[in-house]
């Protein structure tokens, strides 16, 4: 079974750039999820999409980060503009379903280094 | 609200010792309760997760974890350390979203170096 794919692995940009991640989750996964990681700390939750409509996006900054899901599969995370503090690895997680007992498979992340 | 605390970033120990990763939790209804491991340049992988079926919970590669309400504690445990294991333990619990399943929260994580 293929797993959730990232894209890229690594991302190096100066602040106030702008920048973008794509996650393909696990086929007939209808749940997706994006993390932020910052070093040092456990994974936080920036936004939960069941199929293509957000479910919860209350840690998302919404004046910078922006996410999109089309048809219910596929997912971008942008950042626009960047700042210092977005240094982090991005994660890309789904789910069969969402429900509240459920596994999640999580993608290897993009790390993502602001200068 | 939901959140969970790990207790202590950073834990080693000796190749066949006991591993005992430490966490507590904190919820104003029945928690489901989970590990993760995330080894180097991996993404995170469930090794257990509690859901009020038993207290004692078996995951993968020799680890569990028991649920103690009284503590309210889901310490991770395993008999015997291997090199393998060195990796990032996370803790997490999930926070429900009304009709719409739960999310998943994460503490900070505690590192297990294994001596050899």
Redesign the interface.
Same mark, same amino acid.
């Given at each position: 079974e293929a &797993? $959730?794919a990232q894209s890229p692995r690594y991302k190096i940009i100066e602040k106030r750039q702008s920048v973008a991640f794509w996650c393909n989750p696990i086929s007939g996964h209808a !749940?997706l999820?994006w993390y932020q990681q910052i070093l &040092?700390? %456990?994974?936080? *939750?920036l936004i939960?999409f069941?199929n293509n409509g957000v $479910?919860?996006d209350s840690q998302l900054p919404k004046d910078r980060f922006s996410a999109e899901r089309l048809k219910g599969v596929d997912s971008t995370l942008k950042i626009q503009p960047a700042k210092l503090e977005d240094s982090a690895v991005y *994660?890309c #997680?789904s789910s069969l379903? %969402? #429900? !509240?007992?459920?596994? *999640?498979?999580? &993608?290897? %992340?993009t790390q993502l280094s602001v200068l | 609200a939901q959140s969970v605390t790990q207790l202590g970033s950073h834990v080693s120990v000796s190749e066949g010792a006991l591993v005992l990763l430490r966490c507590n939790y904190s919820s104003s209804v029945p928690p489901y309760l989970f590990w993760y491991v995330q080894y180097p340049n991996q993404g995170l992988q469930l090794l257990l997760k509690y859901t009020s079926a038993a207290t004692l919970v078996k995951g993968i590669n020799g680890f569990e974890a028991e649920f103690k309400k009284s503590e309210t504690s889901f310490h991770l445990t395993k008999p015997s350390a291997h090199m393998s294991d060195a990796a990032e333990y996370f803790c997490a619990v999930t926070r429900a979203l009304g009709n719409q399943g739960g999310k998943l929260i994460f503490g900070q994580g505690t590192e297990l170096s294994v001596k050899p």
């Open positions: &797993g $959730v !749940t999820y &040092g700390q %456990g994974p936080k *939750l939960q069941q $479910v919860d *994660l #997680a379903g %969402g #429900a !509240t007992n459920e596994k *999640l498979f999580f &993608g290897s %992340g | -």
